[in-house]
């Protein structure tokens, strides 16, 4: 009797051990969220045709002016931008400078090594912002968009990420 009661005692104190210690111990899904930008900023590959629905889209590249399908899943996003260099584009319009941390820096040097002349599109918050191709190697981690990107984009960019100094002011 005495044996069973004093296994219910330890079971009971590693039970509630376990509890406390699961609520101090942040999860991966707590640190992420807590630097998790409030951005949505994706670069997505040029995919093949022959790529089913589940892995490509379609899409029509502005700049490139041809139709082409792009991969679902972005090579880079919000989460591998550590800082940013907004600036006044000579169109009137602004560009930015995004400096990759060393899980972007790696994408993006793979990326430019493997997919040579393919396009990479940029999604700002869901909007089309820019096709580019891939032209050389990008080895340094510093990805441009140089124009076509509105003041409160700018903005919503500044408030989400470390920006360079000196920063371009608010509108």
């Known amino acids: ?82 800082r940013i260099h907004p600036y006044t584009a000579d169109d009137g319009t602004y560009g930015c400078v995004f400096y990759l941390d060393n899980h972007g820096k790696l994408a993006l040097d793979t990326l430019s090594i493997q997919h040579r002349k393919e396009a990479l599109v940029v999604f700002l918050n869901g909007r089309q912002v820019m096709d580019m191709l891939i032209d050389r190697r990008i080895s340094d981690g510093v990805i441009t968009i140089p124009f076509g990107l509105a003041g409160a984009e700018v903005e919503a960019l500044q408030k989400a990420f470390k920006p360079m100094v000196p920063a371009v002011p608010a509108e």
Do not use: G
């Open 1 to 82: 009797m005495i044996r069973a009661m004093t296994k219910r005692r330890i079971f009971l104190a590693l039970a509630l051990s376990a509890a406390a210690l699961t609520t101090l111990i942040p999860t991966h899904s707590d640190a992420a969220a807590d630097r998790k930008p409030k951005i949505s900023l994706r670069f997505h590959l040029e995919a093949k045709a022959i790529d089913t629905e589940k892995f490509s889209t379609p899409i029509t590249l502005e700049y490139a002016r041809r139709e082409a399908f792009i991969s679902k899943i972005p090579v880079i996003s919000e989460m591998d931008v550590q």
